[in-house]
């Protein structure tokens, strides 16, 4: 048949021009089949230092004069670094990973410390192997003897997949856990609240980065520390036994927040620049609500309310609207506020 048909067109052409009626198109298709999804990998590096500690037992020395053995007390080194040790852990997986830390030991009277016993690392996509996530955590030995060469105890690593972060709309990560919390410290950047989040202990996490800080309604229990970042909190409560807020450098902007304690100050600034509007600042125990010293500044405005004395022993404080526990009069700026006391209380109102 293709012989035939080219015969007659090689006659067609051979006696004259010839008439095209029609282009024959063809439909061209392309079928797509999805290939296997990537799936999770959890590829973990973990590496130690030397694990091998020495004890020096104590020296023992004969008094003639109360016959009887002086014996100083033995050690794990003789400076306190000696008996600690560093654990590296560096995650090449495609998903974030929950590392936890454990000691176990038999040997009596042995107590240890963990830096931290719970660390959250981000994936490792996008980065290059030798700049993936790490941490070090950092562990120590102290107390205890041991009488010969003998095992100490296990340190165990136990490393899980944790689920990725959820970020809002506004670009808000969210913390559920004091370790989410923790971790997003460390990061810095937009932080918010999924539920009220307890510090160990109710002790205090240092700021090392610049954040932002929405406590979207709940609290924390504990206390932050500013050593010289930007930070801002607002709308929520910051609640503890130690001080809410201590700032010792950078700036601090605090809105719509409550800051409590019942055994320290709520609010001490020694350094950097604190400003607290429509804040609630209360001390329920015995000390001051409000320490301002040093070369720092304090600004309170909105409607802010302090409940317990201060202390503004140095650097700069500028008062504005609020009701206080303490007189206000030498640190409102009387062209732009009347004071008025109320009771036990300064009223300070914007004219």
Not at 192 to 215: G, H, M, Q, R, W
Not at 295 to 309: A, C, D, P, Q
Request: charged content about 25%; aromatic content about 8%.
């Amino acid at each position: 048949m293709k012989k035939k048909l080219a015969f007659i067109l090689a006659l067609a052409l051979s006696a004259g021009s010839m008439t095209a009626f029609a282009d024959e198109e063809i439909e061209v298709k392309g079928k797509y089949i999805a290939g296997t999804s990537a799936g999770t990998i959890i590829a973990v590096d973990v590496t130690w230092e030397d694990m091998t500690f020495t004890y020096t037992d104590g020296d023992k020395t004969w008094n003639p004069d109360t016959h009887k053995y002086d014996t100083t007390e033995g050690s794990w080194g003789e400076e306190p670094t000696d008996a600690v040790r560093s654990i590296t852990v560096t995650n090449h997986s495609n998903a974030q990973i929950k590392t936890t830390y454990s000691f176990k030991s038999d040997v009596a009277g042995l107590e240890h410390l963990i830096y931290k016993n719970v660390f959250l690392l981000d994936n490792a996509e996008g980065t290059e192997p030798e700049n993936a996530p790490q941490f070090v955590n950092y562990f120590g030995i102290y107390g205890g003897g041991i009488e010969s060469d003998q095992k100490l105890g296990t340190f165990t690593v136990t490393i899980a997949e944790h689920k990725a972060y959820e970020v809002d709309s506004e670009g808000y990560t969210m913390a559920a856990t004091f370790e989410e919390l923790e971790t997003l410290l460390d990061r810095g950047g937009k932080i918010k609240f999924a539920n009220d989040i307890e510090i160990p202990n109710s002790e205090v996490c240092e700021l090392t980065k610049d954040v932002d800080i929405d406590l979207n309604g709940h609290t924390l229990k504990g206390g932050l520390v500013n050593d010289g970042f930007d930070c801002k909190i607002k709308n929520g409560k910051i609640n503890t036994h130690r001080t809410p807020l201590d700032s010792n450098g950078g700036t601090t902007d605090v809105t719509n927040c409550e800051l409590t304690t019942n055994g320290s100050t709520a609010v001490n600034v020694s350094g950097g620049t604190v400003t607290l509007t429509d804040c609630k600042i209360e001390n329920t125990g015995d000390t001051l609500a409000i320490i301002n010293e040093s070369n720092g500044t304090l600004i309170l405005e909105g409607n802010s309310v302090v409940s317990g004395k201060a202390a503004l022993w140095g650097g700069t404080t500028v008062i504005g609207a609020g009701t206080y526990d303490f007189d206000p009069t030498n640190y409102v700026d009387e062209n732009s506020f009347t004071i008025a006391k109320d009771g036990e209380n300064w009223v300070v109102t914007a004219k």
